[in-house]
């Protein structure tokens, strides 16, 4: 990182399914003094989202200054979700409750340290920040409470729980489960979100936790933040608390169908690549038909941990190493953590857009590594069509910095 940010940006809106044009990418630049208008019919499960700035190379220092937020989407009224969400706690600030979770480091003055880039994953703060706040505190006022957490770090995974007690986790990424899922830990790399439901009792305080998190088998646990614990957030119940409802056993049902897919592709993340190769801002990677099913197979072919977020979709972790995944990663997302030498299959399926020439991405979400090339851009087409590069390969936008 330096302390000079670049003179333009864009922004990304992060899970949201949306026109290419829209969605904020790096070819997307907004330059001092112009404005741009992103407009498109929100379409999609109700679920928690955030958006960040996307300058290619320049993503990591933009997020860690803290140009990042959060929204939600609420479900439309009368619809079966609506049904569900009235059973959950769901009124802002009240039961439930955004936190946005970002580690920092400052000087004896107060003033934000920068990093000088030497850690090979990315900037790992020694302060946990919750919506901007170092020790932050939350006083509750009913029996459940609802926490909507974004992991907004830029390289840092966290072990999210309670040292003396379960939480129902309800939804990721892309919305509700199918049904809660009853955890000690819940394991969010960046830009990964949960939503999790936590039981008080009148007058106790608790300590929303950062355990050391099992980031798989990295080479240098202690340099990637693996042996690293933070407390988060301290939860102060009032001595009289409003009672609940009683908590939904089925959630939501989603697809796509696996019997459906008709295309297969393979990613490999090693380095600074994917496939072999960096992101290059002219060229196009790879080419999604409209209307098609995919199941992706990821893999992190490193010691040291990866990510991967995909633009557009929201897809289901269907197998691990061909076994069926944890019930935490059973719901839909857009952002996974690869644990090194896994193979992670993404079912995922491609519909209402498309645009032969404005891309979207796939890449690591460990800032730093997408910064420097670890990430790849494709376009959806309708049935016939071919990419068209000739916007993308006339693009002067971004830089590639050397390895």
Not at 26 to 37: D, F, L, V
Not at 43 to 67: K, M, N, S
Not at 199 to 227: I, K, T, W, Y
Not at 370 to 382: P, T
Request: proline share 7%; with cysteine; charged share 25%.
């Amino acid at each position: 990182m330096t302390n000079d940010l670049p003179e333009s940006t864009s922004t990304h809106w992060h899970g949201m399914h949306l026109p290419a044009e829209m969605d904020g990418g790096p070819h997307q630049m907004i330059e001092p003094g112009e404005t741009w208008r992103a407009e498109w019919v929100v379409d999609q499960a109700p679920c928690t989202l955030w958006y960040h700035p996307h300058p290619h190379g320049a993503t990591e220092r933009h997020v860690y200054r803290g140009l990042a937020g959060m929204f939600w989407l609420d479900p439309a009224a009368g619809s079966e979700q609506a049904d569900v969400q009235a059973q959950l706690p769901h009124t802002y600030g009240v039961d439930d409750i955004p936190l946005v979770i970002a580690d920092k480091s400052f000087h004896d003055a107060g003033e934000l340290i920068i990093d000088d880039g030497g850690n090979e994953v990315g900037f790992l703060g020694d302060v946990v920040t919750v919506n901007g706040v170092a020790g932050a505190r939350l006083d509750v006022s009913t029996q459940w409470v609802r926490l909507r957490i974004l992991n907004a770090s830029t390289a840092r995974t966290y072990a999210l729980g309670f040292a003396d007690r379960h939480v129902l986790m309800i939804a990721s990424d892309g919305g509700m489960l199918r049904s809660p899922v009853r955890t000690g830990r819940v394991r969010l790399s960046p830009a990964e979100r949960a939503e999790v439901l936590v039981e008080l009792q009148p007058g106790e305080e608790l300590m929303l936790h950062s355990f050391e998190p099992d980031l798989g088998r990295v080479a240098a646990p202690f340099a990637v933040g693996a042996n690293d614990s933070f407390d988060v957030l301290r939860l102060r119940a009032a001595g009289e608390l409003a009672p609940s409802a009683e908590m939904p056993e089925r959630l939501a049902s989603f697809g796509p169908d696996a019997s459906a897919v008709a295309v297969r592709r393979r990613f490999e993340l090693q380095g600074r690549t994917i496939n072999g190769r960096r992101m290059e801002m002219s060229r196009i990677d790879e080419t999604m038909v409209v209307g098609t099913t995919e199941l992706w197979t990821v893999r992190n072919m490193d010691l040291s941990p990866h990510n991967f977020h995909v633009h557009d979709v929201q897809f289901e972790v269907v197998a691990i190493d061909g076994d069926t995944p944890p019930a935490e990663l059973g719901g839909r997302k857009d952002t996974v953590y690869l644990e090194p030498h896994r193979d992670y299959e993404l079912l995922m399926r491609f519909q209402d857009y498309t645009d032969p020439q404005w891309p979207y991405m796939y890449h690591c979400h460990l800032l730093r590594h997408e910064d420097e090339g670890l990430m790849g851009q494709f376009v959806v087409v309708a049935p016939g069509e071919e990419a068209d590069p000739s916007l993308v390969s006339g693009h002067e936008h971004g830089r590639n910095p050397p390895l």
